[in-house]
């Protein structure tokens, strides 16, 4: 199981790449496959300012629908507009072109809630 040693991670099964004061955020490789094939993604939350823990999206798979929670406070300021025709991608490339949002933060100190790689096997049982 791929879990990037330089992304940050949630108990949500969320990843989270800080660049600067903004974020990317997407799901795991591990979240991925707990929900199989992915066939939509809702996110109408962009340009909206959310808090951590606050809802910012779903992610709809064959089986179910999953919520979606932002890891850090701040602005989504980009929604990733190639999973509105080709939400698979989040299967096949969690971490790269399978990203979700990009937020622009607006509280750094909210980082020492994410958990790192190591963490987050010892999390998954990896």
Known sequence: MNIPDDLLYTKDHEWVKI??????????EFAQGELGDIVYVE?????????KGELFGTIEA??????L???MSGEVTE???ELESEPEIVNSDPYGDGWMIKI?????SEKEFLIDAATYRELIGK
Do not use: Q, R, Y
């Not at 064959?62 to 919520?67: A, G, I, L, P, W």
């Open 62 to 67: 064959v089986k179910t629908v999953s919520d």
């Open 19 to 28: 660049e600067g004061d903004e974020a990317k955020v997407g799901i795991t």
């Open 104 to 108: 622009a933060l607006s509280d750094m």
């Open 69 to 71: 929670f932002m890891p």
């Open 43 to 51: 996110i109408e939350t962009e340009g909206e300012t959310i808090a």
């Open 79 to 81: 929604f990733n507009e």
